[in-house]
Structures are given as C-alpha cells and as structure tokens.
C-alpha cells in the first residue's frame, strides 16, 4: 500500500474542539488492514508536541513522555474497525443537539471516541503526575496474531513497560475491569456423499449437526463471580457450512462454535469444557485467547477507580467482551476498560456515541493523570 503524501493526510487538531477532532479521526476509514492513513495522520499530528517521543511500528504509533515520574501508565486505543455498512455509515453525522447530541457512523463507539479523547490528553498534558505512554495500534478487530499491540510487545516490549494501563474501550463512561476469554473451534460432522437423487445410499452431514445445534440450544450459560464482578458467560454458534453442489448429499458440515469465558478460567479449562459439550465429535480448535481478572485490588487500579469514578459515578462493572487488557495481564501490566460510548451498540449498524460520554472521559482521566498518586 502507498501511503498518501503529507498533503492528503486528514488534519487532525488535537488542541481543538474534542468532537470536530473526533469526527475527524471517525471520517478517515480504517477497517483492519487500511489503518495507514489514519495512522499518518496521527503520528504526523502527535509530531509537532515536543514534550512527547514519538516511535512507529507498522501501523501502530506511540507517543511518550519521559518526565522521570516514579510511576509510568499506558494509555491505549485501537484505530481499526470493522468493515462499514453498505452503503458506508461514513461520513459522521451529529443527530440532536446540545448534551443530548449523539454522533452516528463506523467507529464512534469501537473505539475512536477513546482514541480522540487519548489524542486530545496526549497534545494538552505537557507535564502530568506520572509519566504517560499513549500507543494508537491496528489489527484488533481481526485474528490475534494480527494485533498491533501484540506485535508491539514482541518488537519493542520496553514500550509497554509500565505500572497501570487504561484501554478506551467503550463502557459508557464507567469502568470496566478485565475481560472474558474467547474461544473458537469448528466442530465436524461426518456424512457420506451421494447422488441427491438417491439420498437413502449416502448420509446427509447438514441433517445430522441438529445435534450440535440441539446441545447449543439446551446449553445454559453460567455466570461467574470473579474478585467481586460477575461474568456472563456464552456458548453460540457463529457459522455453519457444508455442501458442495444441489445435487450431491453433504458428506461433511462444520458448525463453527465461539465460547466466551470467565477469566477463572484458564484457556485449557475452557477448551476442555468444549470438547466435552460436543463429546462424539471431531472438536478442532481455531482461535484463542485468555481473559484477565479484574485487577482492581491493585493500588493503582485502586487510585484510577476513585479519582474516574469522583468524576462519572458508578460503580466497577465486568468488561463481557475480550479487550486487550488480557495482553496487558500476560505482561504483568494491570489494566482496565474506559472510555466512551455504549458497547452494545459496537459493530452495529446504528453506531453512536453521545457527545457528553466524550468530555466526560477525557475530564475524568484528565483528573487522574494531573493528580500526585497515592503513596
């Protein structure tokens, strides 16, 4: 891919207006794999702050400060998203106004609204509490070993060195600790090929994964209590395919099965759950990756929940999907979920964020980044 010249690059002002710089950073498309342009435009933009050392790998940007603060966090966001609709919920749009004024479109809630509100701090603090690293990665909407952050901690681990990290992921303004696991294996089903004109001589493989479909159905998820947050747990089909012409009996048909799991669990207790589930058939595994306890005994974690919390209310909640917080566990790394938008509405067509959640994210971790930890 070439990437656009200087000129072509959308202007992103991060000492601007928060939702102009959010709209902004929306309107450049970025599905995972195209993050490029907007990763230019960042890096670019983040360049002209002297008070930040700016490191790219791939597409993944990081900027820094090196103030010698006793304490350092991480602060990080992804650009990518998924595909758009068709046609495109691109270019943004802003439906009411006022504190009631919502902007619709691809990645206003997963998760540029965490990436603007990261952007803005990034450009405004010059001198916070604790040092900070701000890292802006691609390829988290896809398969895990595509992941920015991933590549990151493989090429240059002593970026993600650190005592406390937030992810801006969506969460509506609240805080959000840990993540399930996820999980994903195709579960075979054999069948013998024939002529569809005489089925009786063959076995028909699509008619026979009603049994994996019957275990799903009957499968009742568990909610699980870990560090005082319960986990929801789930247990879906996600795709099914088989058959190889109109006229031919299928003699295979695979129902691809995604698990979300408490972080109790480790990834081999999960798969092992699985396996069991559809015991009889061939189980092969796909795709996995841990989940990570809440973490919020931790002081740091402690310190973020009280000085975000005096600023949004609520309460700590469990974070259902997986984040890239697990990643942050894997390196010893505490870390939680903040940021805006509501993540029920992540990868919808009707995407939104409500103006308000911006603001309010960006003061509460403005709070916190400005303010003389705790001893």
């Known amino acids: 891919m070439t990437s656009p010249t200087a000129a072509a690059l959308p202007v992103l002002d991060l000492r601007g207006d928060l939702v ?30 002297r008070h930040l050392e700016v490191v790219r790998d791939g597409d993944t ?6 103030l010698g603060r006793e304490r350092r966090v991480v602060v990080a966001g992804h650009l990518d998203t998924v595909p758009l609709t068709d046609p495109p919920n691109l270019p943004t749009r802003v439906v009411g106004e006022g504190a009631h004024a919502e902007v619709w479109g691809r990645g206003t809630v997963d998760m540029k609204g965490g990436v603007a509100v990261a952007l803005a701090l990034a450009a405004e603090l010059d001198a916070p509490a604790q040092d900070v690293t701000w890292v802006f990665y691609d390829n988290e909407e896809v398969a895990s070993d595509l992941n920015g952050l991933g590549r990151l901690a493989r090429n240059r681990p002593d970026l993600l060195a650190a005592d406390f990290a937030v992810l801006g992921e969506p969460t509506s303004a609240g805080l959000e600790g840990g993540c399930n696991g996820t999980l994903r ?96 058939f061939e189980v092969v595994l796909t795709d996995v990756a841990a989940g990570a306890r809440p973490g919020l005994d931790d002081p740091l974690a402690a310190d973020f929940a009280a000085a975000v919390l005096g600023v949004t209310g609520g309460a700590p909640a469990p974070k259902y ?25 992540a990868h919808k067509d009707d995407e939104r964020c409500p103006v308000g959640e911006l603001a309010l994210c960006r003061d509460a971790l403005r709070a916190w980044l400005t303010a003389t930890p705790a001893a």
């Open 20 to 49: 102009a710089l959010f709209r902004a950073v929306c309107d450049t498309p970025s599905v995972s794999g195209d993050e490029r342009t907007l990763a230019d435009a960042v890096e670019t933009a983040l360049r002209a702050y």
């Open 61 to 66: 940007v990081v900027a820094r400060t090196s």
């Open 185 to 280: 294996v195709d579960v075979r089903v054999p069948g013998v090929a024939a002529h569809s004109a005489r089925s009786w001589t063959g076995a028909n493989a699509i008619h026979a994964a009603h049994e994996v479909l019957d275990r799903l159905a009957a499968y009742v998820p568990q909610q699980i209590e870990v560090d005082g947050l319960v986990y929801r747990e789930g247990m879906n089909a996600v795709g099914i395919a088989g058959g190889i012409a109109g006229n031919v009996v299928p003699d295979e048909c695979v129902v691809t099965v995604n698990f979300r799991f408490a972080p109790s669990r480790t990834v081999v207790e999960a798969e092992q759950h699985v396996r069991e589930l559809f015991a009889g």
């Open 321 to 345: 999907g997986w984040t890239d917080v697990a990643r942050f566990a894997e390196l010893g790394v505490p870390a939680v979920n903040f940021g805006p938008g509501d993540p029920l509405l």
